[in-house]
């Protein structure tokens, strides 16, 4: 990944491997019953949010806590 700093590689390492996480997670989860069926797109939206791109995030700032901790 020429021209990326080494944060922003890792970011996109981690958002391959959310992506492809999430293409094995999201087909098992779903709303729950009794949802009404105008809110179901929303929570869909949720549910792919969270397994792609919030995962992949959420990691790379808990590998930098971590690093920071240990730097102390």
Do not use: D, H, K, N
Request: no cysteine.
């Amino acid at each position: 990944m020429p021209g990326y700093g080494l944060i922003q590689q890792g970011r996109l390492v981690l958002i391959a491997e959310a992506e492809a996480t999430a293409s094995r997670l999201l087909p098992t989860l779903r709303p729950p019953v009794g949802l009404p069926v105008s809110q179901r797109s929303a929570v869909l939206e949720a549910l792919e949010a969270f397994t792609g791109r919030l995962m992949a995030e959420l990691s790379a700032v808990g590998l930098m806590l971590e690093a920071a901790a240990e730097s102390r």
